[in-house]
């Protein structure tokens, strides 16, 4: 059976590697990313009978791929395409740490939101209320101390079931200036001619009205060896850039 | 890696083609500020608080950072910290002037009690003593007045504001935001401030801060500025006034420093380094109250400390160098002679003399033995006079024939002219490449010389002195 792919995404100092030891244990390998000096770190653990890989990607205020951790976490998102997304967000800083989550929101379905440090905020006598957050998203939010590790079995039920299926997301997305929007749908359609649906193509052409020329050579080098490997298993298989 | 030739799909292409057609510049700051608008309105919904801290946070960054009151409020700041460094540090430096003064004698009494020879005089009480004096005098009242102002500012959390304002100029410049962090620390010590410019990811912006740090005036030149204003640019005035003067003279050096700056970045960001500035989240930390008087005594001390050590470190033996070159004769003329009328035709053509550019030239171990080395390469012209009162020094200075563009240019070399030798020892260890060490050698150097030559020339063309 395949493993579920999870990719832990998150602000720096969210507790996103204490979350990532909770969950993985002593089953993990570090290494680089592929020609990167970017620590990756992969484990695995057992839930429900199902196996899970967690990848936790560098700690990053935003994905605009300004710097290589940036660009590390943006390439997982959108090429390696895990199972699901975990995005770990800081109870005490939630504002800053939103900016993230919607930009994620903006690349992939199937999101996570995991409100860490509950326990500290409390202290400070913020109250966040979750159910209003999920809904305002459309995604599942969770709230947990990983340190003191609350929460951890919601998140991993909450976890199963979207990956599953059992959940279904409706993400909210971003919505921009009229003048903006015209461009994006007019690239848009273009792209999903081209790509057909393998990228989120309206991510897409959002970040290259924003300048970003590299990622679609990118693409298309990630494309063409995708259609190579389809063809010549005439399976799809998980693919890795 | 893919190259542009794998890029030969015609579809690609016109998509491309069409994406510049309808883009525009200003789209990530439209996309950013939409995202964090939303997380805004989000948090509004969703969290429930006592946020009397972070609320109180958010109305002064509307203030600090508002587009219309962030500058001046900089400003004024800034004119603040001047003032009162200023006003502040004229008594303790008269006073301990005037204590130096009083051993000096002392030891000269002593020294011809126990019938020392005159070279040991020299070397010892004329040389080693008045110099180390001078430069604890005159520097260490100012920073130990200014450094404290500035700790306090920042752990209140006013310094992220000022990234921030600053930032938008430095974006236009091709810079970062945080070189504005990196040159609050050059207002300490420029050797310092090239190990903080890690603090900028992005290699090219990281240079760019390097390169340009040395514009900002720091600890070992503050005095000569100081100085200089209040001795001949704010002649006819006394007291407050005078004071204030000052204050706004030195803004203006400081601001002349950020526009050379801002106009460096942006040169060699259509040049030598060229590239797309890089985006970057500027945290804003809230604003909090500091343990104050821990911050006051923590940091004048330390700063106390650092004037002494390099006092001792660097500029004894500086001062023992000077009087002994000062004193050495080949033929009828000291080396320092011979070196000074060797420099007189270029330091005359910059609006100075060739002692002032002997005294910079010798100065580039640390900027801060610039004045005592032309104070004491004056002394030993002529007339031994002892410094025990700083106003007495104009007249050492008029007798040497300076004027105020005299002054002026001193002053303008000292704000621009190339980086001390700490500096540049850093520089090459950051930067690991000799070619860019010996660019911001150059770069400043260059720039100093062509802003005072420039002056020098239109100020006698027109026969203003």
Known sequence: MRANTIALAGNPNTGKSTLFNTLTGLKQHTGNWPGKTVIHAEGSFEYNGEQYVLVDLPGTYSLFSNSTDEEVARDYIIFDQPDATIVVLDATSLERNLNLALQVLEMTNNVIICINLIDEAEKKGIRIDEKKLSRELGIPVVKISARNKKGIDQLLATLSDLVNGKIMTTPYRMTYSQEIEDAITKIESKLKVYFQDTYPSRWLALRLLDGDEELILKLQHHNNNRQLEVKTHDVPISVKS | ?465
């Open chain 2, 1 to 465: 890696m893919t190259s542009q030739s794998a890029l030969n799909h015609n579809s690609l292409q016109s998509i491309l083609a069409e994406v510049k057609d309808v883009s525009n510049e200003d789209i990530r700051d439209e996309i950013v500020s939409n995202i964090y608008d939303k997380s805004k309105s989000l948090c509004k919904k969703v969290i429930s608080e006592k946020q009397s801290e972070l609320y109180r946070s958010d109305k002064l960054d509307d203030i600090f950072t508002s587009r219309i009151w962030g500058f001046p409020i900089m400003l004024v700041m800034l004119g603040t910290i001047f003032y009162i460094t200023i006003a502040g540090a004229n008594v303790p430096s008269e006073m301990i002037a005037s204590l130096f003064g009083y051993l000096e004698t002392q030891l000269t009494s002593l020294f011809e009690a126990l019938h020392a020879p005159e070279w040991l005089h020299g070397i010892l009480v004329l040389g080693l003593f008045r110099g180390t004096g001078w430069v604890i005098s005159v520097m260490l009242p100012p920073m130990a007045i200014f450094f404290p102002i500035f700790a306090l500012l920042e752990n209140y959390g006013y310094l992220p504001r000022v990234a921030f304002n600053m930032d938008r100029l430095f974006k236009r410049a091709g810079g970062h935001g945080k070189q504005s962090l990196t040159m609050a620390m050059g207002f300490g010590c420029n050797a310092a401030a090239i190990l903080s410019t890690r603090i900028i990811e992005s290699p090219r912006e990281r240079m760019l801060a390097i390169l340009t740090n040395n514009f900002v005036p720091c600890n070992g030149r503050w005095p000569t500025l100081i100085l200089l204003a209040s001795l001949f640019m704010v002649t006819g005035f006394t007291g407050a006034t005078g004071t204030l003067l000052t204050a706004a003279i030195l803004m203006g050096f400081v601001m002349l420093g950020i526009v050379v700056t801002l106009t460096v970045s942006w040169t060699l960001s259509k040049t030598a380094l060229k590239g797309v500035p890089t985006h970057y989240t500027l945290e804003l930390p809230p604003f909090r109250r500091p343990k104050f008087w821990n911050t006051i005594i923590r940091a004048s001390i330390d700063k106390a400390w650092n004037v002494l050590k390099r006092a001792v470190i660097v500029a004894a033996p500086a001062s023992i160098l000077t009087w002994v070159f000062a004193n050495i004769y080949i033929g009828t003329t000291s080396i320092l002679m011979h070196f000074v009328n060797f420099l007189e035709p270029f330091g005359h053509a910059l609006g100075m003399d060739g002692f002032i550019m002997a005294a910079f030239i010798l100065g580039l171990p640390a900027n801060e033995i610039v004045i005592p080395i032309l104070i004491m390469a004056y002394l030993s012209q002529g007339a031994m006079l002892e410094i025990e009162d700083l106003s007495r020094l104009k007249q050492v200075f008029i007798d040497q024939g300076w004027t105020w563009l005299t002054a002026l240019n001193m002053m303008l070399f000292s704000l621009l002219h190339f980086p001390c030798g700490t500096t540049l020892v850093n520089i090459y260890k950051e930067t690991k490449s000799a070619k860019w060490t010996f660019m911001s050698f150059l770069i400043p150097t260059v720039i100093a010389i062509g802003v005072t030559w420039l002056i020098a020339t239109v100020v006698r063309a027109f026969g203003l002195v």
